[in-house]
């Protein structure tokens, strides 16, 4: 694949989880029936600006701080094991936990929280706030929770491995997305929705075009190795293959856009989330707009649906395919497309990328538009 199509499609990965993330943010907590009241019968399909800025949730801001904690380990570990990148997420949500508790500075660290509106509160996560407490604290995180907070901030590593398969490979992918939920979210519906995502990522941007079919056995593959990859919770597993292959079959049948969803439940929990994702790509494959517009109109939690639908149709289509409109007026979207050029660079091993060093470890703005700094 060429560099050019590579950085299109890592971009589009990256750009198109933000751009669904604020077109569903609107209407987070707003039923069918009253987003159409307000938006009209397709519901909403352009966004509502505040200040002439379409805002993203704290989904878009976790996935940030994801790519800033992989980066900063994989670089200060020269692209050590996937247990050793670990930690630098976890210590990466930890920052994203004080940008939702303490007053805005630059952390020690953390090259985004140079970032104005990371330190905004969007809704955050119940369940991520309360386990990066107990873990700032020094406790151990005991939930049971499969809220979607782990799967809708785990695109990163999938559009990282993509590039950089030299390195980690699809177990890698699928061990580290998984782990990296675990750290706030400890059902396993969680691991294994938060792996499906990162992996179907990461075939999504390698594979040079995506069809439905293409689509179907990417994502089914993923669901075989997740059982292999997470052993020992069966009655789990069949659950949430149950799931997953059902959002497939809706998504090639002539079911109503808002009857399939609502079969599919509502997407505050991860299975569900990712699967009314994958049924909206099924079902728009070839339409980035048609896509996240289905994903983010129906009863539940339209920011993290559209969110993971916005990454994969994203690692499909490119963000050469996304319409301007959703282009113009989106939150730090300057920022979103640098960071998306670095996951996608060519990493060198035991030379690091100087571009990157100077991001992630320096914290020196490159190319960075100062206004959205701090």
């Known amino acids: 694949m060429e560099y050019s199509k590579l950085q299109d499609k890592c971009r589009g990965a990256l750009v198109g989880g933000a751009v669904g ?3 569903g943010y609107e209407v987070e907590f707003m039923n069918l029936t009253s987003i159409r009241n307000r ?3 397709k519901g909403t399909t352009r966004y509502v600006l505040h200040d002439g800025v379409a805002q993203f949730s704290d989904d878009t801001q976790m996935t940030l701080f994801t790519l800033e904690g992989l980066m900063n380990g994989v670089i200060n ?7 050793e990148i670990l930690p630098y997420i976890e210590s990466a949500y930890l920052n994203w936990y004080k940008t939702q508790t303490e007053t805005p500075k630059q952390l020690p660290g953390s090259w985004m929280s ?3 509106s990371l330190w905004a509160r969007r809704a955050p996560g119940m369940t991520c706030l309360g386990a990066l407490e107990n873990t700032a604290n020094g406790y151990a995180v005991e939930n049971h929770s499969k809220g979607c907070g782990g799967v809708m901030r785990v695109a990163s590593i999938g559009i990282f491995n993509a590039a950089n398969r030299h390195i980690y490979n699809y177990t890698d992918t699928a061990h580290l997305a998984g782990w990296s939920a675990e750290i706030t979210h400890k059902h396993i519906a969680s691991t294994f929705a938060s792996a499906l995502l990162a992996t179907t990522v990461m075939n999504c941007i390698s594979d040079e075009t995506v069809d439905q079919m ?7 593959g993923g669901l075989v190795m997740m059982r292999e990859y997470f052993p020992k919770h069966d009655d789990e597993w069949q659950e949430f293959d149950r799931l997953i292959r059902s959002a497939l079959e809706l998504g090639k049948s002539d079911v109503a856009e808002e009857d399939a969803i609502r079969e599919l439940g509502e997407g505050w929990v991860g299975d569900e989330a990712i699967a009314i994702a994958i049924f909206s790509v099924m079902r728009h494959i070839d339409s980035f707009e048609d896509c996240i517009v289905c994903a983010v109109n129906h009863d539940g939690d339209s920011d993290s649906t559209g969110a993971i639908a916005g990454n994969i149709i994203g690692a499909i289509l490119g963000y050469s395919a996304i319409p301007s409109y959703y282009l113009e007026n989106l939150e730090i979207e300057p920022i979103l497309v640098s960071a998306a050029d670095d996951l996608c660079a060519d990493v060198k091993i035991p030379e690091v990328n100087r571009r990157i060093g100077d ?3 320096k914290h020196i703005p490159i190319g960075i538009d100062k206004d959205f700094l701090l």
């Open 214 to 220: 293409q689509f179907l056995f990417i994502v089914t």
């Open 114 to 116: 140079n970032i104005r």
């Open 359 to 361: 991001r992630y470890i």
């Open 21 to 23: 993330d604020a077109l």
């Open 39 to 41: 938006f009209g019968k």
């Open 77 to 83: 570990t020269k692209a050590g094991k996937k247990d």
